[in-house]
C-alpha cells in the first residue's frame, strides 16, 4: 500500500516506514545515511492505516514555534496530515531562562487547549488581580536609585510568566502521534524537485524529502537562507538576499541568569527585586528581573547597549557563559539593590543581541518560514516566543483546513503570510521603539531641560508601547486566523 502522492523516492521511503519494528512498546526505524535508531511515534498505526495522510509536512526546529506548530496541526487534521519534525539537538530543550507569554498569545494557547496546564506552572495566571504591574526605577544612581512610576494596565490582562523549561515540558507532552521527530538532524539546504515535492539536505549527508516545509529553525534559519537565495530576481532584489538571510547585531548584549528567590531574600530581604516584575533603567544599560517557577525562582535579564554598534559584524560566539564579575563590572555604577541582585546570578551566559532584517515574504511556493526564523527581534516587549506560537496557530490551522490540499498549499500559505507578516513586523517595530524610549530616559540625566517633565512624557510613551501591540490587530491571533481562512476559501471558490 503505497499513498498517492508517492513518487518514486517518496514510495521507498514508505516501504521503509513499513518495515519499521517495535522495540520496547516503541516504533523505531533505521533511516538510509543515518546510523542512529530513531524513533518514530506511532509510526505502525500511521502505515497501516487504510487512508494515507493527504500530505506530509516537515518543521525544521523543535523550538517553542515548531512545537506548536505540530500540536496546532495534529489537533485539526489528526492523521491526514504526517509531520516529520527536524532538530539539530539531541533532545527538545531550552535555555534556561524565563519567559513572559501575553494575554493576547494566551488566547491561542486555550483554544490548543494548553491554558489549564500553563496556569500551573505560571507565576502569574491570567486570573490573578495582582503581580501584573511594572515597576521602572531609575539605577544609575550609585547610592540608591528610585521607583519612576509603577504601572498597571486598565486595559490589558496580565498574561503567563514562567521558567522557559516548563513551557517546552508542556509542549512535548502534546506531541501529536502523527508527528516523527528526527534528532541531530541539522538541515542545511532544500531543494525544489520536479515532482513540486522538496529534497532537505542534513550535515550529516543524509536527505528526505518532504511536500510542505516550514522554517521554525530560529535566527540563523537555513530554510530562509535557501528560500531567499532561490527564490528569482523577478520577485527579490539579487543585492538584497543577504540583507533577508543574514540576522543583524542590534549593538547589545544580553546577560541572562535564574537563582533561587532564597537566595536574595537572605542576602538583602528588602530588595526591590523580591517585589515583582521590576526595570533597573541606566544610561545605556537597563536590568528586568521577575519571579518565575511560581515565585520561587528569579530570571534576570540585563541589557548593555552601544547604539554605534548597531548593525555593525559581532566577533565571536552569539552566545557564551561569562563570569559573574564581567556582569557586576557592566553595571558598576548602578544602585545597590541591582549589584546584590546580580551578585545572585548563577551560570550568566551573555547572547549577543540579534535580529532577522524586516522580510518581504514568508513564504514561496511549499515554503513558509515563521517564529524567530521569519522576525527574529528584540525582547523589550516579551513578544518573539508569543509571536512564534500566533504563526504556528495560524498556519497550521490552515494547513489542517479540510479545503487545503497539496494543490493549494501555495495559496494556504500566501493567506498565513497575509495576516501574520504585517502584524508581526508591526511588533518587531514597536519592540525596537521601546528599546530607543528607554535609552531616550537614561539620557535625560545628562540632557539640558527640566528632567521631571521628559520623565513624565515618557511614561505615556512607554505605557503606549506596552500597550498598544497587545491590543492591536483586529482582535488577535484567533481573529487573524479567522481572516486566512476566508482568505483560503475565497481563493478556493474562484
Ligand atoms: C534575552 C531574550 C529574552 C526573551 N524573552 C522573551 C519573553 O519573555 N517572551 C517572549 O515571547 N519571547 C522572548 N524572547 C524571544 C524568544 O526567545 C524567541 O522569539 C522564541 O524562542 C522563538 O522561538 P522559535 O521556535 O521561532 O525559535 P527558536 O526558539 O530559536 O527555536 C529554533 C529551533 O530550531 C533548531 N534549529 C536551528 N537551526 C536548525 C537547523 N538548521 N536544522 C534543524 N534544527 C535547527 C534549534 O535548535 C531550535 O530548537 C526573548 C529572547 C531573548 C534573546
Not at 503505497?2 to 516503541?26: H, K, V, Y
Not at 537597563?286 to 517557577?293: A, M, N, Q, T
Amino acid at each position: 500500500m503505497t499513498p498517492q502522492w508517492c513518487d518514486q523516492r517518496q514510495s521507498q521511503e514508505w516501504s521503509l516506514l513499513l518495515r519499521c519494528r517495535s522495540i520496547n512498546g516503541a516504533t523505531y526505524v533505521t533511516q538510509p545515511h543515518c546510523a542512529t535508531q530513531i524513533q518514530l511515534s506511532e509510526v505502525s498505526s500511521m502505515s497501516l492505516s487504510s487512508d494515507p495522510p493527504k500530505f506530509r509536512v516537515a518543521i525544521c526546529g523543535a523550538g517553542i514555534g515548531g512545537l506548536v506548530l505540530a500540536i496546532t496541526i495534529g489537533k485539526f487534521a489528526g492523521r491526514d496530515i504526517h509531520i516529520d519534525l527536524y532538530e539539530v539537538r539531541d533532545a527538545i530543550t531550552t535555555a534556561g531562562a524565563g519567559i513572559i507569554v501575553s494575554q493576547r498569545t494566551t488566547e491561542v494557547l486555550a483554544e490548543l487547549s494548553l491554558c489549564e496546564k500553563i496556569s500551573r506552572v505560571s507565576a502569574m495566571p491570567p486570573s490573578s488581580n495582582h503581580g501584573h504591574g511594572r515597576r521602572l526605577r531609575k539605577s544609575n544612581v550609585p547610592n540608591g536609585g528610585f521607583e519612576w512610576f509603577q504601572y498597571i494596565s486598565k486595559t490589558v490582562k496580565p498574561g503567563f510568566v514562567m521558567h522557559r523549561q516548563e513551557l517546552v515540558d508542556i509542549l512535548k507532552q502534546s506531541i501529536p502521534s502523527s508527528c516523527t521527530i528526527h534528532f541531530n538532524k541539522k538541515l542545511t539546504k532544500y531543494e525544489k524537485q520536479s515532482s513540486g515535492s522538496l529534497a532537505l539536505y542534513f550535515a550529516d549527508d543524509s536527505t528526505s524529502t518532504t511536500d510542505v516545509l516550514v522554517g521554525a529553525d530560529g535566527i540563523h534559519s537555513a530554510v530562509r537562507k535557501t528560500l531567499f537565495e532561490t527564490i528569482g530576481p523577478d520577485v527579490i532584489d539579487p543585492s538584497k538576499i543577504r540583507h533577508y538571510s543574514d540576522p543583524s547585531w542590534t549593538g547589545t548584549l544580553v546577560y541572562r541568569g535564574t537563582f533561587p528567590a532564597e537566595k536574595l531574600s537572605k542576602l538583602d530581604p528588602h530588595n526591590v527585586a523580591l517585589k515583582g516584575f521590576m526595570t533597573f533603567c541606566g544610561k545605556g544599560k537597563h536590568v528586568v528581573s521577575y519571579p518565575i517557577s511560581q515565585g520561587t525562582r528569579i530570571n534576570v535579564v540585563a541589557y548593555v547597549s552601544d547604539e554605534q554598534k548597531i548593525g555593525m559584524p559581532f566577533e565571536g560566539d552569539w552566545v557564551s557563559a561569562v563570569s559573574l564579575e564581567e556582569v557586576l563590572e557592566a553595571y558598576q555604577d548602578f544602585e545597590p539593590d541591582v549589584k546584590h541582585l546580580l551578585n545572585c546570578l548563577e551560570n550568566p551566559s551573555r547572547w549577543a543581541l540579534h535580529v532577522v532584517n524586516k522580510l518581504p515574504l514568508f513564504t514561496s511556493d511549499r515554503v513558509a518560514l515563521m517564529g524567530d526564523a521569519a522576525h527574529a527581534m528584540t525582547p523589550h516587549l516579551a513578544a518573539g516566543a508569543g509571536q512564534a506560537i500566533e504563526d504556528a496557530f495560524v498556519l497550521g490551522r490552515l494547513l489542517a483546513h479540510p479545503i487545503t490540499t497539496l494543490d493549494n498549499v501555495p495559496a494556504a500559505l500566501k493567506a498565513y503570510q497575509g495576516v501574520r507578516l504585517p502584524f508581526t513586523q508591526f511588533v518587531a517595530r514597536q519592540a525596537e521603539r521601546t528599546t530607543s524610549t528607554i535609552y531616550d530616559f537614561c539620557a535625560l540625566g545628562t540632557d539640558q531641560g527640566n528632567e521631571q517633565e521628559k520623565m513624565e512624557i515618557l511614561k505615556e510613551k512607554i505605557v503606549d508601547l506596552w500597550d498598544s501591540w497587545v491590543t492591536e490587530g483586529e482582535g488577535g491571533a484567533v481573529a487573524e486566523w479567522v481572516k486566512a481562512e476566508r482568505q483560503l476559501q475565497e481563493g478556493s471558490s474562484k
